[in-house]
């Protein structure tokens, strides 16, 4: 039998052995205050720990358990997949029959490149991008996040923002030289850019919708104007849709907005729980990927067997059931208001955002836009709610600057179990 230590002396040791004592920083709970919960399992809606504690579920591992943990027919692909091996490193149906499921389901993608995370897909894709212009600069957004990649920890969002480092050392001045940044949601600064550095944009890059600042929905005409921005100057769009693809619908953001980009990243949700990322786009860029182009992207375990019959079996589940994102809509809605009741009956005007089944609660009364406004929030309520949601037996995700991220099996009985965790954690906010 296992040995059951707890999440205190685990984190304790997990910190002589690991820089942080985790492998992904926001998971550290530094935003919050207090250390982080090390889980033992999860079944459905619900979070187990090693401590003997459950809870509501809506990390959902960041987005990719979009069906809710232990949907059993990912757990039966990947079965069979290990009993053939886990990993030949030689071409496989289940990646022809994946990309094929991709390039239906996504409507601006006629092929694809798997990869192993989404940092690997946005990387990639600037590279090819830089390639097939012959450009060197790309263009992305304040508070968007690509990942770990260098060309992106220029001002990025996310883990960073919430540690107020906003560069990482080790980058170097020529890749920051290379990156220019705007703010969300301002077309005008775009094509300022454009302008101060004619000809030598390769790509724009953006989160759709952004979920790394917390969520951020694009402005009316936005993505229709960089669209037309990038077609003007012979820019590639890049859609970021790691965390929107195949959430807010089948054929993510962009299927939703009606804007196609040129490239898209995908990852999470594509793995179905296992490590993958995607990156895709029209034939005509995307020949020039290696083997077929000379651009040069590879990788040992791409398109590994166990993780492609899972991204199969989550794709091809949600490409064959029609009502799923109206379901996850209508829960979503229905949470919305019910933490909008709730803020009203403890007296306070704080700013929700909301698409599909991402949800923001920002603790400011300022209307969300951009990342500015999104750190008008006052992050130390922030961080007292997490706790006093925790208390409260709902896991969400510990950083202001994060979204909720829902699963089908959160049903209207457990919708109203967060709603009223929600209120009880409000009231028993003090200074609120
Ligand atoms: C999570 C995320 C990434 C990075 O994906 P990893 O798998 O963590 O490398 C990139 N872009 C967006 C929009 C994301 O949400």
Known sequence: MLIKENSKSLFQKAQQLIPGGVNS???????????????ESAKGAYLFDVDGNSYIELINSWGPMI???GNEAIEQAVIEALRKSPSFGAPTEAEVNVAELIVEMVPSIEKVRMVNSGTEATMSAIRLARGFTKKNKIIKFEGCYHGHGDSFLIAAGSGVAT????????????????????????LEAVEALIQKNKDQIAAVIIEPVAGNMGCVLPQEGYLQGLRS????????LIFDE??????LAKGGAQELFGVMPDLTTLGKIIGGGMPVGAYGGRKEIMDWVSPAGPVYQAGTLSGNPIAMSAGFTMLNHLNSHEGIYSQLDKI????????QANLKAVSKNYTMNRIGSMISLFFTENKVTDFESAKTSDTELFGKYFNA??????????????TLFLSTAIDEKIADLIIT????????????
């Open 242 to 247: 790691v965390m929107t693809g195949f959430r």
């Open 229 to 236: 921005l990038c077609d003007s100057h012979g820019i590639i």
């Open 389 to 402: 949601m925790l208390e409260n037996g709902v896991y969400i995700a510990p950083s202001q600057f994060e």
């Open 332 to 339: 979503s809605e229905r949470i919305f208001h019910g933490f």
């Open 421 to 432: 965790a929600n209120l009880t954690a409000l009231k028993s906010i003090d200074g609120l």
């Open 67 to 69: 069906l809710g943990h």
């Open 163 to 186: 540690m107020g480092t906003p560069d990482s050392p080790g980058v170097t001045k020529g890749t920051a030289n290379d990156t220019l940044t705007a703010p969300y949601n301002n």
């Open 25 to 39: 920083p926001v998971r550290a709970f530094r935003a919050v205050g207090g250390e982080p919960l090390f889980i």
